[in-house]
């Protein structure tokens, strides 16, 4: 987890450095802090809690330098105070490093710095890394041999950066978490993700793993580890800033919500022959899946509810499938062999869960392809495919537009992947005129809402379930998800059906449920509903105006008409919106819930 970044250039880093780490703050928000040098060694200011901590600390303060790095934490070695506060320094304060990632061999290199007379004032693994670069630089070597030789003696994962004392340059590294830099007029960039520099340039560069960078102010040295020289492309990213930003709305989980008729069309974009109704995703040549016997779909959190989702339809469409925890996924998964295609479904990419899943099919010689948003991310450069669901920046912890997205890529990969194989049933025409229609319902799903309403209706209740059958399901997990996330209340999601096994003892009048109806089996969804109703649960309905379980629901949040294929996408919808109203009556700091990041790249 975290977040980190660097500049090198002309003029103070300062202010770059804080808007960079204000723009990764999704990452982590336990500590901020940043280090500059101004030719008179290094300075460093760092706090717990919010980056507006570490700037409310730093007003009236004239710090400047033109080089320097900073950080945004996710607390994973030791709670978040501010000595755990990265950048981190060595034995003198002539080395600071900001680190991504988990050094798993930190306890062993502790013992052996100790064993040099090394002493540590951090819980955290990373504090071993300046040790190590301050240890090689006092035994003689030069500052990029001893970072090349510390980060080499690192196991586990980590995107490094550090600074020494009157050098004007950054040393960067990256081994399984993310790194990119980006290159403007004036200097250079380091970063955890684009967003950070994206006001400065939209040029960038994304290293893999094994890269290291040598960055001054005249432009960045590329190497692998053994100090080969390696090239990375240099691209234009195609997100406006504007993109990144609030702009009218007071959160960015609400302008995600809203985006989504414009996300949708975008991911659907040339991908859908409009005469035959076929998918085409020209990401793949014609009968690529011919060969596909299986598959699976491996994903955590949000992205696993949309797998489900796509699972679902993928059986729909005749193709054997099962949606699998990323984080379950190990010796007890169900096996692959040369006919299985594994798929990895991650909004970021840099799930560290979702990544070792789609790591350990590759050693067990699946097919692999990542369903991802994220251009260049670590998921797009180990799965043998890659599509993207092209749903722009998502900023808010919690997922919104991009469950959709990922929902309507995996439709359309079901749909082609059915077609490959010659099945009989594939989802294409009914799916077409539904997608088409989509972006449209969603428009009126956000412009009718009640959503506001029943969030203060049922305010203060004890708990709050979501119920749900078919492509119902995975929203009912998906809104309870997104409720407790942001809310934190008490919320379950369970299939519809299963109430009577179990949850219905749970069930009060202070038990709102939240009933999804997506035309498939609705007769029995209503059943379930109206079990909980008799033991006094207010039932809130989600379905279109003249469904019959508006006579028996308390509340309704209308969906317009649409086959099930998309009648869940846009129940969730509503749903998204009953969670954000409940979390802004509660006052909850919607964009970044706490104990929570955007990208846990952890396991
Ligand atoms: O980036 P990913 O899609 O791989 O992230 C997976 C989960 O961490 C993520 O979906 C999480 O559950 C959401 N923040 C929930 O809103």
Redesign the pocket.
């Known amino acids: 987890m975290c977040g980190i970044i660097g500049h090198v250039g002309e003029g103070n880093a300062i202010d770059a450095l804080l808007t960079g780490l204000e723009n990764l703050e999704y990452r982590g928000y336990d500590s901020a802090g940043v280090a500059v040098q101004n030719g008179s060694g290094i300075e460093i200011r760092k706090r717990s809690g919010r980056l507006s901590e570490l700037k409310t600390s730093l007003l009236g303060e004239q710090l400047e330098g033109e080089v320097g790095i900073g950080h945004t934490r996710w607390s994973t070695h030791g709670p978040p105070t501010d000595e755990n506060a990265h950048p981190h320094t060595g034995a003198t304060d002539d080395v600071a490093v900001v680190h991504n990632g988990i050094v798993e061999n930190y306890a062993e290199l502790r013992e052996r710095l100790r064993e040099h007379g090394h002493e540590f004032t951090s819980d955290t693994d990373t504090e071993v890394i300046p040790h190590l670069i301050g240890q090689y630089v006092a035994e003689g070597m030069a500052t990029e041999a001893a970072f090349r030789r510390a980060v080499g003696e690192l196991e586990g994962s980590y995107a490094v950066a550090a600074m020494v004392s009157d050098e004007r340059a950054i040393y960067a590294a990256r081994q399984g978490s993310p790194l990119v830099v980006g290159v403007e007029d004036e200097g250079v960039f380091l970063a955890s993700d684009v967003p950070a520099f994206l006001e400065y340039t939209d040029t960038v560069a994304y290293l893999e793993d094994g890269d290291v960078a040598v960055i001054h102010p005249g432009g960045i040295e590329l190497t692998d580890l053994a100090g080969r020289s390696v090239t990375r492309e240099l691209r234009t990213v195609d997100w406006d800033p504007e993109q990144t930003a609030k702009g009218t709305y007071d959160h960015f989980m609400l302008k995600e919500i809203h985006e989504q008729p414009t996300a949708l069309a975008q991911t659907v974009e040339g991908r859908v022959d409009r005469r035959s109704g076929a998918a085409t995703l020209a990401e793949f040549e014609p009968g690529d899946f011919a060969g596909i016997d299986r598959v699976q779909l491996i ?6 509810h949309a797998a489900l989702y796509g699972s679902l339809l993928l059986n729909d469409a005749g193709v054997d499938s099962r949606a699998l925890l990323a984080n379950e996924y190990g010796d007890r998964s169900p096996p692959v062999d040369e006919g299985t295609l594994v798929i990895a ?7 560290a869960d ?1 990544l070792s899943a789609l790591r350990r099919a590759t050693a067990a010689g699946a097919r692999t392809l990542t369903v991802t948003n994220v251009v260049g991310s670590t998921a797009t450069r180990i799965a043998d495919d890659r599509i993207l669901i092209r749903a722009g920046p998502e900023i808010g ?4 537009k ?1 469950f959709s997205s990922q929902a309507v890529v995996l439709a359309l990969l079901a749909d082609r992947i059915a077609r490959d194989r010659g099945d009989d049933s594939p989802l294409g025409p009914t799916l077409v005129s539904a997608l088409k229609a989509l972006p449209r319902q969603i428009e009126r799903v956000l412009s009718s809402t009640d959503a506001g309403a029943i969030a203060r209706r049922y305010h203060g209740s004890r708990s709050y379930f979501f119920i749900g059958r078919g492509l119902g399901y995975p929203v009912a997990l998906e809104g309870a ?2 409720f407790k ?1 942001i809310t934190y209340e008490h919320a379950e999601g369970f299939a519809a059906g299963e109430l009577k096994h179990g949850p219905l003892a749970l069930v009060t009048p202070e038990t709102p449920v939240f009933a999804v109806f997506t035309g498939e089996e609705d007769a029995r969804t209503l059943k379930s509903a109206e079990e909980a109703a008799t033991r006094g649960a207010p039932i809130v309905a989600l379905c279109p105006a003249d469904h019959r379980a508006t006579a028996v629901a308390d509340a309704h949040l209308e969906i317009p008409d649409a086959p099930p294929e998309t009648a869940g996408l846009l129940a969730n919808v509503g749903l998204q919106l009953v969670s954000y109203h409940a979390a802004d009556l509660l006052e909850r700091p919607i964009d970044k819930p706490r104990n ?1 990041a ?3 790249t952890v396991e």
Do not use: D, H, N, R
Request: aromatic letters at 4%.
């Open positions: 994903a955590c959190g949000t992205s696993y479904v991650t909004q970021s990419g840099e799930t979702t912890v919690a997922a919104t991009t998800l997104k996330e929570l955007k990208s846990v």
